[in-house]
Structures are given as structure tokens and as C-alpha cells.
């Protein structure tokens, strides 16, 4: 059975950092894709950033560009989301993603995800 394990949520400061884990147990992440998504209270999931685990490809949303950093260890078969400059707006529950099924240019949207985590909160206090 597939499981991910989502860590490394909490409350912090605007301005502050917070890094996520994506632990997978069942599943070697090997050639996925795999991704992080948010979902506030009220709004549709939406995506984060993505990673291709055999070429390391990452894509970010505009919103995070240039303040959240994807990243993979392979040793680990760990993924993690590195966040900075947090926002108020960057309030949401984060879920990690992953599958082996995919095509080009399909890395944003949830349906292309074949497994899911449980999803961690990350709060960011004004």
C-alpha cells in the first residue's frame, strides 16, 4: 500500500520559513512526478511546485516563484518544499502528490496525481 506522509507544518511569523517533508513508504518515487498543493479554507486546491524525479525538472506557481525551492533526495525517496518570505497568504493545508502516469504540461493539475498525502497546515500569522 502507498502511502505519503506529509511533515514539517506550522505557525510562523510573515516573513518567516518552514520546510516540508514528503516521505513515501510503498513506493519508490524513482521516475515520478510528484508535487505539492495547497488548499485554504473556502478555495479549490491549487498547485505549488513540481519536481521530476528522473530529471529533477521543477515548476513553480507565480505566487511562490523565487520563495519556495522544490527539491528531491533520492537516498531518501523524500521530497521537500523549502518556503520563505511566508506570507498570510500562504495559510492553506499543504498535500503532497505523485505519480507515474503523466504526459507534458500536466504537472499543475490535481487529476494527473495518482496518489495523495494527508496534507499538513502551515499557518502564517500577520
Known amino acids: 500500500q502507498v502511502q505519503l506522509v506529509e511533515s514539517g507544518g506550522g505557525l510562523v511569523q510573515a516573513g518567516g520559513s518552514l520546510r516540508l517533508s514528503c516521505a513515501a513508504s510503498g513506493r519508490t518515487f524513482g521516475r515520478d512526478l510528484t508535487a505539492w498543493f495547497r488548499q485554504a479554507p473556502g478555495k479549490e486546491r491549487e498547485f505549488v511546485s513540481a519536481i521530476t524525479w528522473s530529471v529533477g525538472s521543477t515548476y513553480y506557481a507565480d505566487s511562490v516563484k523565487g520563495r519556495f525551492t522544490i527539491s528531491r533526495d533520492n537516498a531518501e525517496n523524500t521530497m521537500y518544499l523549502q518556503m520563505n518570505s511566508l506570507k498570510p497568504e500562504d495559510t492553506a493545508v499543504y498535500y503532497c502528490?505523485?505519480?507515474?502516469?503523466?504526459?507534458?504540461?500536466?504537472?499543475?493539475?490535481?487529476?494527473?496525481?495518482?496518489?495523495w498525502g494527508q496534507g499538513t497546515q502551515v499557518t502564517v500569522s500577520s
Open positions: 502528490a505523485a505519480t507515474d502516469r503523466y504526459g507534458r504540461n500536466v504537472y499543475a493539475s490535481p487529476r494527473t496525481y495518482l496518489y
